[in-house]
């Protein structure tokens, strides 16, 4: 049985960090693609950032890029996220996902088993 869990969400005033962490098991996790997601209210889920199965590789919306980075460890089966330059439009659910091959995407139909998100809010 595949779980992600994520942690590290809350408040933070605008400009300010977060570091979410998203720990998984039940599959092997060096040799798949990890991914984030948020979700706002009233919107649609939609991608943030993904990394390959080594690391070597990151992908990043325009809308983060500059501010966010990915990570992962191996060693801990977990990826990261780190937050900065948080704005108010930041807030939503973060969810992360793991992907169906060593290499995934912006698509969350390249990603099957997904964590249950955590919420950050931004504040102005």
């Known amino acids: 049985q595949v779980q992600l869990v994520e942690s590290g969400g809350g408040l933070v005033q605008a400009g300010g960090s977060l570091r979410l962490s998203c720990a998984a098991s039940?599959?092997?996790?060096?040799?798949?693609?990890m991914g984030w997601f948020r979700q706002a209210p009233g919107k649609e889920r939609e991608f943030v950032a993904a990394?390959?199965?080594?690391?070597?590789?990151?992908y990043y919306a325009d809308s983060v890029k500059g501010r966010f980075t990915i990570s992962r460890d191996n060693a801990k089966n977990t990826v990261y996220l780190q937050m900065n330059s948080l704005k108010p439009e930041d807030t939503a659910v973060y969810y992360c996902?793991?992907?169906?091959?060593?290499?995934?995407?912006?698509?969350?139909?390249?990603?099957?088993?997904w964590g249950q998100g955590t919420q950050v809010t931004v504040s102005s």
């Open positions: 996902a793991i992907g169906r091959a060593r290499y995934s995407g912006s698509f969350q139909k390249d990603y099957d088993y």
């Open positions: 039940g599959r092997t996790f060096s040799t798949y693609g």
């Open positions: 990394i390959s199965w080594s690391g070597g590789n990151t």
